[in-house]
T-cell receptor
């Protein structure tokens, strides 16, 4: 697709349930990020992938949160035993090319429209 | 860990007045990026600064990267109602590992 696609756009779930949020990045973007944004706050870093591997997952709040990117393209953020405090907009972003290449400068991140998660 | 702070959190200006937001990182950055998020939207890239002391302009917007590569500013001259939104800075750490950390943003309101 032309941009970063996130599905679903809205998700309402009951406390304690399991949810999966999907991100389809721009084709060829090797880096993929997940952020969480609460009202009036900046995007809070959760995890980022370089290819298939999680290069940094230091932002995941606890072990209820997990993310995968098995083929280096689509990523899924998984939240177990959801809590009301998990309610937020979950943003996915991707960028290209890989900035691990020596001398290559970082590039802009392209964001999806986000998934608004509401835990009731 | 790396932290990026922005001030002020909110700014209300009269149309035509100037606006500035400041960004400070707890660690040296390899580069800094600025994004704008309109109400209900997602962050959209504005610009990237890489060199120490770098200044870039986009029409009425002036972006500056500090000499120590730990702070940055965005200045808007003669604000317009179309400038309304939240402006975020985001930094790549000095090791350029790819972890992009955002500030909490400055929300600009412009009164016509």
């Amino acid at each position: 697709g032309a941009g970063v696609s996130q599905t679903p756009s809205n998700k309402v779930t009951e406390k304690g349930k399991y949810v999966e949020l999907r991100c389809d990045p721009i084709s060829g973007h090797t880096a993929l990020y997940w952020y969480r944004q609460s009202l009036g706050q900046g995007p809070e870093f959760l995890i980022y992938f370089q290819g298939t591997g999680a290069a940094d997952d230091s932002g995941l709040p606890n072990d209820r949160f997990f993310a995968v990117r098995p083929e280096g393209s689509v990523s899924t953020l998984k939240i177990q035993r959801t809590e009301r405090g998990d309610s937020a907009v979950y943003l996915c972003a991707s960028r290209y090319p890989s900035f691990r290449t020596p001398g290559l400068r970082s590039t802009e991140a392209f964001f999806g429209q986000g998934t608004r998660l509401t835990v009731v | 860990g790396q932290q990026v702070m922005q001030i002020p959190q909110y700014q209300h200006v009269q149309e035509g007045e100037d606006f500035t937001t400041y960004c400070n990182s707890s660690t040296t950055l390899s580069n800094i990026q600025w994004y704008k998020q309109r109400p209900g939207g997602h962050p959209v890239f504005l610009i990237q600064l890489v060199k120490s002391g770098e200044v870039k302009k986009q029409k009425r917007l002036t972006f500056q990267f500090g000499e120590a590569k730990k702070n940055s500013s965005l200045h808007i001259t003669a604000t317009q109602t179309t400038d309304v939104g939240t402006y975020f800075c985001a930094g790549d750490g000095s090791s350029n590992t790819g972890k992009l950390i955002f500030g909490q943003g400055t929300t600009l309101q412009v009164k016509p």
